[in-house]
């Protein structure tokens, strides 16, 4: 098939989805296409079924915010067109859902399109007054909408009151790239040789609660020795930088940005720090547990679908003392982490492997596209 995929390019869980969806699809077969603004992070494959179509961002003095939406509409006309798109798979609702349900009003021959839910776009953006409309609107003249867990669907029904059906299909994670480190190896490739290290790896917002991450580190690193390893970057990143210089912890942290090696640095962490306010999914938990790495987190939003029993531990939310108390027990018994780590890799692969996940997508773009043509 000839599929348009619409994603951001940048460091979020949705682009990182949409980006190996598309790279796994090429890998089938299937003709991709990515448009977005700027070529995706993780779009690091060659191949001759791949094409990225960039949109261009062009400066006029008239405008103080340019009008994305309808330059990425009309970039979607050109490419099914010319590309001859079967059809097109946006990822994340806005604005992407409603420059689709644009350019399918321009286009001559329709094509069929999917929205995939991701979770902010539900829950914090999209929920705002000042985009529910349209959002709401975009999800029902959506052709499916798909949402990453039963959680984000049953948000988006209260949140919009929508009667479109919307189909559940997880995120996934490629086990040949996130898989664990024997032991000497993970000694030799560690940042901090011989010390445990937890990690937490976001994009630094503030729904990503990173005061509750130093919180957590301050009350374990009162107990032993153990360093924090912060993988990301984004708005709350100098201010935690701040706090653990004043609270005399920095010394035993360190931050890596935004980093493309992200297998490699969760193999040499010994758990995963994640206390969001909220996750729709939580793809860095699900990446951390291919890893063998056991994920402390809170008992919020699609996190229980994703971390099961034995595969780390979800307190109740603002947890604090719970979560250091978890990290502390698992941290004093090394048997215990490991075999929870090997636990967490096979549940990880059960239910949320590429290969399975991609085989549903792949059926979902059949049924769509036979029942569109018919
Ligand atoms: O975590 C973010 O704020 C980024 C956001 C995105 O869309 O890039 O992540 C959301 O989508 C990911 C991929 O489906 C999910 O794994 C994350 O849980 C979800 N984030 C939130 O719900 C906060």
Do not use: W
């Not at 400066?59 to 330059?71: G, V």
């Not at 790239?177 to 937490?200: G, T, Y």
């Not at 590429?354 to 043509?373: D, H, P, R, S, W």
Request: with cysteine; proline share 6%; glycine share 6%.
């Amino acid at each position: 098939m000839k599929i348009g995929i619409v994603c951001y390019p940048t460091y979020g869980g949705s682009g990182i989805v949409a980006t190996e969806l598309g790279m796994a699809l090429a890998k089938r077969g299937h003709e991709i296409h990515f448009i977005s603004y700027q070529q995706p992070q993780r779009l690091t494959l060659f191949s001759p079924n791949i094409v990225y179509h960039e949109v261009a961002i062009e400066e006029y003095p008239l405008f103080d915010h340019y009008p994305y939406t309808l330059a990425l509409a009309v970039k979607m006309v050109e490419v099914a067109q010319t590309a001859g798109l079967d059809l097109l798979h946006v990822h994340y609702a806005i604005p992407h859902s409603i420059s689709a349900l644009l350019a399918n009003e321009m286009l001559t021959t329709k094509i069929p399109f999917i929205t995939t839910l991701h979770g902010t776009d539900i829950t914090i953006v999209g929920s705002n007054p000042s985009f529910l409309p349209i959002v709401k609107l975009g999800i029902e003249k959506s052709s499916r909408v798909t949402a990453v867990s039963y959680y984000l669907k049953e948000e988006t029904y209260k949140t919009f009151q929508v009667s479109k059906e919307i189909d559940v299909i997880y995120n996934f994670v490629d086990g040949n790239e996130f898989k664990p480190l024997q032991e000497q190896e993970k000694n030799r490739s560690s940042p901090f040789q011989n010390v445990p290290v937890i990690a937490h790896l976001s994009n630094f917002r503030p729904v990503k609660r990173l005061n509750d991450v130093v919180e957590v580190f301050r009350k374990v690193r009162n107990q032993l020795p153990v360093k924090l390893l912060f993988i990301g970057d984004g708005p709350e990143r100098y201010r935690i930088e701040q706090m653990l210089k004043d609270s005399q912890l920095y010394e035993d942290t360190l931050f890596v940005g935004k980093q493309q090696a992200i297998p490699d640095l969760l193999a040499v962490a010994d758990l995963l720090l994640l206390p969001s306010e909220t996750e729709s999914f939580g793809l860095a938990a699900l990446e951390a547990m291919s890893c063998e790495v056991p994920v402390l987190a809170y008992h919020v939003g699609g996190l229980p679908e994703v971390v099961d029993e034995g595969s780390g531990f979800l307190l109740p939310y603002g947890d604090v003392n719970g979560l250091a108390e978890k990290a502390l027990f698992l941290l004093k018994n090394p048997q215990i982490r490991k075999e929870m780590g090997k636990q967490a890799r096979i549940s990880a692969l059960n239910r949320f492997s590429m290969e399975k996940i991609v085989n549903q997508y792949e059926q979902y773009y059949t049924a769509l596209f036979q029942n569109y043509n018919t």
